[in-house]
């Protein structure tokens, strides 16, 4: 059995989807505390499928995760629940400290102690997966070789200064205990599911409810944009034969600054879903700009290419456009997220138990 912390999010739901499409794939328990970004009616096609759980649980809380990891003895943690939102983290730093640093300290804790009772067959076997970010690498400048494996750290804002910490625990289980350690650090994601606070699914939503674009500061930022399912690609190949104690960059290839993807998505909208009004263009808006904000973020990916045969197979026009068409296909989706229904629908339909609950 595979754990993964924070399914119920973005990446989390692509990657137990995808993962459960799978021939013969290892059955999953999905450990959420279902905060504001954890829908579990993502994981509605599989609810009933007998490879998927799912229990509510904090990680911080250090019963509840001892308790599933002797119950459940999984073969791997595969660690995505995180506080993620960089404007939110700015507000309110203290969750993302609790919940990506005390949060993480807990899993480790448990699961070095679950490790060090496993036979030594199934400990050589056994692995943690941390999920992670490029930001922990802080800004580059328009001339800055990409981010590397060996960058140093240099995080600007409470999000990333919380998941470089995570890292940096990470990496002592390894070097401290022998814990079997594997790290990812990601660059930007996009595609299905993806919350509509974030860049992208913000744009969509708005664009559709006919809602201003807001664009922070000269929006000549730059990130390097990845469709979520060659992330889960990439994570899968980093699970399968990454090193213990190694760390993998995960991008690709996709700098772009953020008024040019707002520009490719106004376009794919006037093509897509055509307003009467005009070009979606009309409803961008320069806005003040986010405190802290880091310039430009560049991955290297050369090393899981090379060591592991990883590469992304989306385009960014073709990504792009997969996920303006699943969002017009799911506008329900975004209506229910932005007007917190959905909470309420699983509380009417589930009660305390929601899809895929154990029990
Ligand atoms: P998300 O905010 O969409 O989802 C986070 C999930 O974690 C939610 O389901 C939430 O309910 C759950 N969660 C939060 N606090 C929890 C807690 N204390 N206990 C249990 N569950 C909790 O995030 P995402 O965008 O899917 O990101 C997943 C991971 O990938 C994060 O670790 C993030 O740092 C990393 N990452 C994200 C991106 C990106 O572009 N979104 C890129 C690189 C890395
Ligand atoms: O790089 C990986 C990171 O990417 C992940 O670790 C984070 O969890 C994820 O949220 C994302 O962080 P960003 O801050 O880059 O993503 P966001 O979508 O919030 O913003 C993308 C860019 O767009 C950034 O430069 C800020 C800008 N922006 C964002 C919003 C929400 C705007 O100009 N306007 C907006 O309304």
Redesign the pocket.
């Known amino acids: 059995m595979l754990f993964v912390?924070?399914?119920?999010?973005?990446?989390?739901?692509?990657f137990i989807l995808e993962h459960l499409a799978q021939k013969d794939a290892e059955p999953i328990l999905n450990?959420?505390?279902?905060?504001?970004?954890?829908?579990p009616y993502n994981l509605s096609a599989v609810a009933d499928d007998a490879r998927y759980a799912f229990v509510q649980?904090?990680?911080?809380?250090e019963i509840a995760i001892a308790t599933l990891l002797s119950r459940y003895r999984p073969r791997a943690i595969l660690?995505?629940?995180?506080?993620?939102?960089v404007d939110r983290s700015i507000h309110h730093p203290d969750?993302f400290i609790?919940?990506?640093v005390n949060?993480t300290f807990n899993l480790l804790s448990k699961a070095l102690k679950y490790w060090q009772t496993l036979p030594a067959r199934e400990q050589s076997d056994f692995r943690f997966l941390?999920?992670?970010?490029?930001?922990v690498f802080g800004s580059l400048g328009p001339q800055d070789a990409p981010f590397s494996e060996t960058t140093p750290y240099a995080p600007n804002s409470p999000?990333s200064a919380s998941?470089a910490a995570s890292d940096h625990l990470v990496r002592s289980f390894h070097h401290t205990y022998g814990l079997p350690t594997l790290t990812?650090?990601?660059?930007?994601?996009?595609g299905p599911?993806?919350?509509p606070e974030?860049l992208i699914p913000l744009v969509i939503a708005n664009s559709l409810a006919g809602n201003p674009l807001p664009i922070y500061g000269d929006g000549q930022q730059i990130r390097d944009w990845?469709y979520?399912s060659d992330?889960c690609a990439a994570i899968r190949t980093v699970l399968a034969r990454g090193q213990a104690g190694e760390t993998y960059n995960?991008g690709g290839w996709n700098e772009k600054t953020n008024l040019h993807v707002v520009h490719c998505l106004c376009d794919t909208l006037d093509e897509l879903a055509p307003r009467a009004a005009g070009s979606y263009r009309q409803l961008i808006t320069f806005v003040k700009d986010r405190p802290g904000h880091d310039r430009r973020y560049a991955i290297d990916a050369r090393k899981l290419e090379r060591e592991l045969g990883w590469r992304p197979t989306e385009t960014f026009d073709s990504g792009i456009r997969k996920t303006v068409q699943w969002y017009l296909d799911h506008e329900d989706w975004v209506a229910q997220v932005r007007s917190g229904a959905y909470l309420n629908w699983i509380h009417k339909q589930y009660g305390d138990h929601p899809p895929g609950a154990l029990i």
């Open positions: 912390t924070g399914g119920a999010g973005f990446i989390g739901s692509n450990i959420d505390k279902l905060t504001y970004a954890g829908n649980a904090d990680i911080c809380d660690h995505f629940a995180a506080e993620s939102h969750e609790r919940t990506n949060g941390h999920v992670s970010t490029d930001e999000y998941k990812t650090n990601c660059s930007n994601n996009y599911f993806h919350f974030k990845l979520v992330h995960i």
